[in-house]
């Protein structure tokens, strides 16, 4: 077993408050520490364990169930029970971590095969692929999206490991409803998340067409905060749980990307050239001249977004660019920009600028018409 595989556990709980010092350092010496020893042994689980998995399957089995948690139960406050990963020491209480020192833990493979993935977006577009890829390989699905579509209720149909709940992402109350429904379907939070659902500048939400009575942007809400508050989410539940679990989302995901040892929560993006999905309704495929044949598949970026969340090579913090000419891990500095159709950097005839900016041109004339002079 190398190091790189390895996931420092810590597992911390008060005193029994019935207990005296001498009492819980006599019962531990005596009783449980060899008790638990033994018992963690058998799972190869003594100072590091090799999936957080494990750890996890060490605390369902029956001989813990009957013989350990009684005896954990007489020794320790189970109510102050707190568990971190990747930490070297640290200090808690009260349930609450205090201080820490985080110790160097390498990035792990975290297949999806009978893992909950909570997919926003998922009935359309790169989602509902990510949706199908997923069931593939035998991961318990929720999508959330405002509605389904006829592809997706024909996929999902007579598929227990699929739910659907209709949610609407700009409302954060229906963050609640998807971790709800998650509960009551396994009772637990989700392992994982594909966050895929976007605006592509509907007229509801346009900088060009942008209606004076309107608090905001809506595809400021769907595009940016979305994804911002669900990932502190993600954070927060798995973290409750205990488990492991544009260019401002860029900068956001580079900013979390030493998080993972602290919250056991890995935050990566995809980062595609353009992809052919139905939010290219006629208007947007004749401004930017988009074809099937010049962009990606949603089925070859779901592809992707499953090996950003499982493959270890792909640490917190990664940003995977996908093109028509392959994929890489963008680079901290010195970014080279993407090549290849579909990227905006091929070249631009005159008839395919005149398309791309024809909502501002007419955005202008009209400000232009209505000035007061």
Known sequence: MSADQLVRVTVCAKRNPKLTEDEFNE???????????????????????????????AYEDEYYLNIVKKDEEFLFDMLSLAITTGVERAVIEDGKTKSYIVCNMGSIDQPLNGKILLITGGASGIGLSLTKQAHEIGAKILVADLKTTSDFDT????????????????????????????????NDV?????????????????????????????????????PVKLTRLAMRKSLSRGKRASHAIVGFVKSLATTESLTGVKITSLCPAGVFTPLFDAAKIKQFSASADRYLTADTCAKHLLDL??????????????TMNGSRVIPEWNVSPPEGSGTGQEAMS????????????????????????
């Open 27 to 57: 019962h531990w010496a005596n009783k449980h520490g060899p008790l638990i020893s033994g018992w963690l042994k058998t799972y190869g689980c003594v100072k590091y364990v090799q999936s957080y998995e494990d750890f996890e399957r």
């Open 155 to 186: 996929f999902a149909a007579g598929k227990d490991n699929i739910v659907y709940v209709q949610s609407d992402v700009t409302k954060w109350a229906d963050f609640d409803r998807m971790f709800a429904a998650c509960e009551k379907k396994w």
């Open 190 to 226: 989700p392992d994982a998340y594909g966050i895929c659902a976007g605006l592509f500048d509907p007229p509801f939400s346009n900088f060009w067409q942008d209606p004076e009575q309107d608090k905001g942007y809506m595809q400021v809400d769907v595009n940016v905060n979305h």
């Open 309 to 322: 969340l499982q493959k270890k090579e792909y640490p917190c913090g990664t940003q995977l660019e996908v």
């Open 350 to 373: 005159e008839e395919f600028l005149s398309n791309l900016m024809g909502p501002a041109r007419e955005a202008c004339e009209k400000d232009k018409a209505s000035a007061k002079l």
